[in-house]
């Protein structure tokens, strides 16, 4: 069956980084966009980030732009994303969505949680 599975997050200081991971399996990862979402409490679900399933293109939500980076390995099944310089609002669940090229097929992990504070 389709699994995400996130891992990386914990808490770390204001100006820390973390590089979270999700494996895939279960479909083929190399086909699918994948993206990392993020859920405060109290707040809706938001993009932080996607990368095509060729992996050259990417686009940030504006919150994050200049401080993550999505990258993804087709051969591991890995997507990534590095966040540097993170700060207290960074705080939430974060997520990772594989979407299929005609948008009929959408996956969830279960979340890792990722903690700014000092």
């Known amino acids: 069956q389709v699994q995400l599975v996130e891992s990386g997050g914990g808490l770390v200081q204001p100006g820390g980084s973390l590089r979270l991971s999700c494996a895939a399996s279960?479909?083929?990862?190399?086909?699918?966009?994948m993206s990392w979402y993020r859920q405060a409490p109290g707040k809706e679900r938001e993009l932080v980030a996607s990368?095509?399933?060729?992996?050259?293109?990417?686009n940030y939500a504006d919150s994050m732009k200049g401080r993550v980076t999505i990258s993804r390995d087709n051969a591991k099944n890995t997507v990534y994303l590095q966040m540097n310089s993170l700060k207290p609002e960074d705080t939430a669940v974060y997520y990772c969505?594989?979407?299929?090229?005609?948008?009929?097929?959408?996956?969830w992990g279960q979340g890792t949680q990722v903690t700014v504070s000092s």
């Open positions: 279960g479909f083929t990862f190399s086909s699918y966009r």
């Open positions: 969505n594989a979407r299929s090229w005609d948008m009929t097929r959408n996956y």
């Open positions: 990368i095509r399933s060729a992996g050259g293109s990417t």
